[in-house]
């Protein structure tokens, strides 16, 4: 039972033009969620996050909005950079059980230039 | 800065060998995970510790054990490795959580442990 999708396994994009990466969740107790960022070779490092009370989180370039009816959350990168090509996961943490994250399938983002 | 080491960045062994991956962080984090990641499939949780001593399975604890002896280190064993283990292994650390509270996990640079 996958609690958290990421549909697109891959997205390709030109350099300077905006990046969409799409999460899906089906447990509504679910209150916060995270983007992890993940070049090869390289544990993943924290993104950026966005608690339920809001429905958008920015940061720089990158910005996570996240519509509670729709269980959907997205990541904009604006403007994407050959620098971004990585893998991208989403997250939510499950409270009763340690605040294990359990983690959608990622989504691969190439920047071309 | 915030530090999980892994002992490892490669690793090769042989089917039915019994192999150690280390993992030490230096946050005082209650919380320790391991991860495995595989194509298509993100990032699945074998077991975690929220304290010395204790373990809870993951999603996927078949083939795996655990030991938190210090706060500080929680180490992976795979008792008899096979070739369906061959993946990208990742520890991760965070701090106790509450409901409504949450902190993000860091996470080591990962062993690419292969199996022969």
């Known amino acids: 039972d996958q609690q958290v999708k990421q549909n697109s396994p891959s997205l390709s994009v030109q350099e300077g033009r905006i990046s969409i990466l799409n999460c899906d969740y089906t447990n509504s107790m679910f209150d916060y969620f995270l983007w992890y960022k993940k070049y090869p070779a390289e544990g993943p490092t924290f993104l950026i996050s966005?608690?339920?009370?809001?429905d958008k989180n920015e940061d720089g370039r990158f910005t996570v909005f996240l519509n509670k009816s729709a269980k959907h959350l997205s990541l904009h990168i604006v403007p994407s950079q050959p620098g971004d090509s990585a893998v991208y996961f989403c997250?939510?943490?499950?409270?009763?059980?340690?605040?294990?994250?359990?983690f959608g399938q990622g989504t691969e983002l190439s920047v071309k230039p | 800065d915030v530090k999980v080491t892994q002992s490892s960045r490669y690793l090769v062994k042989r089917t039915g060998e019994k192999v150690f991956l280390e993992c030490v962080q230096d946050m005082d984090h209650e919380n320790m995970f391991w991860y495995r990641q595989d194509p298509g499939l993100g990032l699945r949780l074998i077991y975690f510790s929220y304290d010395v001593k204790m373990k809870e399975k993951g999603d996927i604890p078949e083939g795996y054990s655990v030991s938190r002896e210090k706060k500080e280190r929680f180490s992976l064993i795979l008792e008899s490795a096979s070739t369906n283990q061959t993946s990208m292994y990742l520890c991760?650390?965070?701090?106790?959580?509450?409901?409504?509270?949450?902190?993000?996990?860091?996470f080591g640079q990962g062993t690419r442990l292969t199996v022969v």
């Open positions: 991760a650390s965070s701090r106790i959580t509450g409901t409504g509270t949450y902190t993000e996990a860091f």
């Open positions: 997250a939510a943490p499950s409270y009763n059980q340690g605040g294990k994250l359990i």
């Open positions: 966005i608690s339920s009370i809001k």
